[in-house]
Structure formats: C-alpha cells, structure tokens
C-alpha cells in the first residue's frame, strides 16, 4: 500500500520548513518522470526485480514477508503474489486502518480477497493480524517516492511506513524504479534508512550485511 502519485498541499501562505520544502520539490519531480514511464517498461522493469530478489540470499532465508501493494504508476508487486507463495512464503499486506494515519497488517494466502481501499489501492480483505506479528517479520519490502545511495527514502509524505517500520525489525527493503534514484534524499530524524534497494539494475545492500 503507498498513496496515490500525489502529495498533501499546504494551505496558501503557510511557511514550509526548508527540509519539508526541499522533499516536496523532489517528490513532484520524481513523481511526474515514474508517471511518465510507459506501461511495458514498467512491466519488464518489474520482472526485472521479480528475477534479481530471487537469486537474492537474504531474500531466500526469509520465510516471513511483508510486501505493498501499489498504485498504477509503481513496481508492480502484485504479480509476484503467486511466485511468493509457491516459493512457501509467509506472506502479509497492509491495510489503512480507516480514519488514522495507522496500517494494519493482513496475512495474504492463495484464497485472500483483496478489494480497492485507502487511495484506491488494492487492500485484503479479513482480520488483520495482532500486533505482535511485525516480530515474525524477516523482509519489509517498501515503496518509495526516491531513494539515495546511503539507504534513504522519500516517502509520500503521509507517515504511515515511518510508523510502521519503527515497529519491526525486519529488513527493510526499497523498491523502486531506476529513476527513482537521486544523489541525496533530505531526511528528518524520524525518517528510517533503508537496508537495501531493488530495482530493474539489480539489489544493492548498505546494512545487516
């Protein structure tokens, strides 16, 4: 789950803080070049990704995964549902708890549902899962608006992985497109690093190597 190509607008006048601006500014022009890339692209770009986290060690060893499900415009994860699960991973998925800034987290098997929510998203259907599962968790794959090559990310700016993240120890795993990757992602000491990033190029890591 990851909101839709866009971003909150401030209010006329309102004073941004200079970091706040400086996301802002990269998140439109980040967000306007992944919408421009064609639908084949995409695909292939995706495939691509699917291939390089496979022969991927970590990837391998890890049993319990949490993957987003994305917009149009994003890699797309959907497809490997199925892969996932005949390669005998646990597999979860997140759903806005309705009117938070908050997700839950539903485990996804050959038989889920999965129904438009939050930003039109796809989201499962069912009862999510206690808390205490995001301990079980070996791998968080994450959207992203941009990454850099320490290990940062741009989200879009709603919070809902900042909160999420800080709850896990997981792996955390960037995913994203080529033309995602920018030289610098301004941060906020809220904002967690990434461990690693996939991408159609291959899969870099930078931690808990």
Same mark, same amino acid.
């Not at 949490?66 to 005949?86: A, K, N």
């Not at 987290?105 to 038989?111: A, E, I, K, T």
């Not at 800080?166 to 795993?173: I, K, T, V």
């Not at 995913?175 to 967690?192: N, S, Y």
């Given at each position: 789950?990851?909101?839709?190509?866009?971003?909150?607008? %401030?209010?006329?006048?309102?004073?941004? #803080? /200079?970091?706040?601006?400086?996301?802002?500014?990269?998140?439109?022009?980040?967000?306007?070049?992944?919408?421009?890339?064609?639908?084949?692209?995409?695909?292939?770009?995706?495939?691509?990704?699917?291939? &390089?986290?496979? $022969? %991927?060690?970590?990837?391998?060893?890890? @049993?319990?995964? &949490?993957?987003?499900?994305?917009?149009? &415009? %994003?890699?797309?994860?959907?497809? =490997?549902? /199925? $892969?996932?699960?005949? &390669?005998?991973?646990?597999?979860?998925?997140?759903?806005?708890?309705?009117?938070?800034?908050?997700? $839950? #987290?539903?485990?996804?098997?050959?038989?889920?549902?999965? @129904?438009?929510?939050?930003?039109?998203?796809?989201?499962?259907?069912?009862?999510?899962?206690?808390?205490?599962?995001?301990?079980?968790?070996?791998?968080?794959?994450?959207?992203?608006?941009?990454?850099?090559?320490?290990?940062?990310?741009?989200?879009?700016?709603?919070?809902?992985?900042?909160?999420?993240?800080?709850?896990?120890?997981?792996?955390? !795993?960037?995913?994203?497109?080529?033309?995602?990757?920018?030289? $610098?992602? /301004?941060? %906020?000491? #809220?904002? !967690?690093?990434? #461990?690693?990033?996939?991408?159609?190029?291959?899969?870099? =890591?930078?931690?808990?190597?």
């Amino acid at each position: 789950m990851s909101p839709p190509d866009q971003t909150a607008q %401030e209010p006329p006048g309102s004073s941004l #803080h /200079p970091v706040t601006a400086t996301k802002q500014a990269l998140r439109t022009t980040l967000l306007k070049a992944r919408q421009a890339l064609p639908p084949g692209q995409r695909r292939l770009a995706s495939a691509q990704m699917w291939a &390089h986290l496979l $022969e %991927e060690p970590r990837f391998q060893q890890a @049993r319990t995964l &949490h993957l987003f499900l994305g917009t149009p &415009h %994003e890699p797309d994860t959907l497809s =490997w549902i /199925p $892969e996932l699960q005949r &390669h005998g991973k646990t597999l979860f998925a997140p759903r806005v708890l309705p009117g938070t800034p908050l997700l $839950e #987290h539903l485990r996804v098997s050959p038989g889920t549902s999965l @129904r438009p929510g939050a930003f039109g998203i796809l989201e499962p259907e069912g009862l999510p899962e206690p808390p205490e599962v995001l301990q079980q968790l070996d791998l968080i794959l994450i959207p992203g608006v941009a990454f850099d090559q320490r290990g940062n990310r741009l989200g879009y700016g709603k919070g809902y992985y900042d909160r999420f993240l800080s709850q896990s120890g997981a792996l955390r !795993l960037g995913v994203g497109f080529d033309l995602q990757q920018v030289a $610098e992602v /301004p941060t %906020e000491p #809220h904002d !967690l690093p990434m #461990h690693g990033l996939l991408s159609e190029s291959g899969l870099t =890591w930078w931690e808990a190597s």
